[in-house]
């Protein structure tokens, strides 16, 4: 029974270790600009604070009324 109780606390320890906030999506492996300019124009739709990877695509990207 200690053992599990033990297996238990050691268990929930390591699941509190990690990065922490957000994890950064990496890019596609295929048709990455296309995708980045949707994933772009996806977030300025929706009020969404853009990544990083849109500065290069700002000018680019154009809304739809």
């Known amino acids: 029974m200690s053992r599990i109780l033990l297996g238990l ?6 699941s509190a270790c990690g990065v922490r906030g957000d994890l950064d999506r990496p890019d596609p492996l295929w048709n990455s600009e296309d995708a980045i300019r949707r994933d772009c124009q996806r977030q300025i739709e929706n009020n969404e604070e853009p990544d990083a990877r849109c500065a290069q695509y700002q000018t680019g990207v154009q809304t739809t009324p």
């Open 9 to 14: 606390v050691a268990l929930t320890l390591l």
